[in-house]
T-cell receptor, first 112, second 115 residues
Framework: EAGVTQFPSHSVIEKGQTVTLRCDPISGHDNLYWYRRVMGKEIKFLLH????????ESGMPNNRFLAERTGGTYSTLKVQPAELEDSGVYFCASSQDRNIQYFGAGTRLSVL | AQKVTQAQTEISVVEKEDVTLDCVYETRDTTYYLFWYKQPPSGELVFLIRRNSFDEQNEISGRYSWNFQKSTSSFNFTITASQVVDSAVYFCALSEADNTGKLIFGQGTTLQVKP
């Protein structure tokens, strides 16, 4: 069974550009979570999908971040326009019935 | 407010030593879950264990053991006879039962096991 996969593994962009991160959860997992780790600090929750619906987006930093999960399968997280402080590692996780969350390897975003 | 504290930023040990990673949590809920995840150099977070707040029994899995003490709000992780492959960042996390399942992480402890 395939695990959680994230694309790209690393993205380097300039301030003001747009970047889209993708997450493919484990097949059959209705719950999908996005997290972010900035500058070696703790990993922080961004938002939670149940199927295609946003259940909790209390961790989204501002309106430059847009997450979607059309059809309840894969999810995208778009940052537009990117700022320097958006640099970090973005993790995606999925779970069944809000049980154990399985994580991907993350996308390392560098905004220059 | 919920919070998880891993006071040890970095730990370095020599192979075969035992090492304990500390985790202290804060929550107002009576029902919650505690987790440990391992992040090896490859980057993915690997699930190690989940405990619920009503089960204070310690757990052992091979060289790994966990000590859960509600009286001190701690959930410590011990690796016995450490190996080089144990080198990684270890995260402790908390999830409250009445929320969406989101995890609240500690800052992580980087463990380096030297040969």
């Amino acid at each position: 069974e395939a695990g959680v996969t994230q694309f790209p593994s690393h993205s380097v962009i300039e301030k003001g550009q747009t970047v889209t991160l993708r997450c493919d959860p484990i097949s059959g997992h209705d719950n999908l979570y996005w997290y972010r780790r900035v500058m070696g600090k703790e990993i922080k929750f961004l938002l939670h999908f149940v199927k295609e619906s946003k259940q909790d987006e209390s961790g989204m930093p501002n309106n430059r971040f847009l997450a979607e999960r059309t059809g309840g399968t894969y999810s995208t997280l778009k940052v537009q326009p990117a700022e320097l402080e958006d640099s970090g590692v973005y993790f995606c996780a999925s779970s069944q019935d809000r049980n154990i969350q399985y994580f991907g390897a993350g996308t390392r975003l560098s905004v220059l | 407010a919920q919070k998880v504290t891993q006071a040890q930023t970095e730990i370095s040990v020599v192979e075969k030593e035992d090492v304990t990673l500390d985790c202290v949590y804060e929550t107002r809920d009576t029902t919650y879950y505690l987790f440990w995840y391992k992040q090896p150099p490859s980057g993915e977070l690997v699930f190690l264990i989940r405990r619920n707040s009503f089960d204070e029994q310690n757990e052992i899995s091979g060289r790994y053991s966990w000590n859960f003490q509600k009286s001190t709000s701690s959930f410590n992780f011990t690796i016995t006879a450490s190996q080089v492959v144990d080198s990684a960042v270890y995260f402790c996390a908390l999830s409250e039962a009445d929320n969406t399942g989101k995890l609240i992480f500690g800052q992580g402890t980087t463990l380096q096991v030297k040969p």
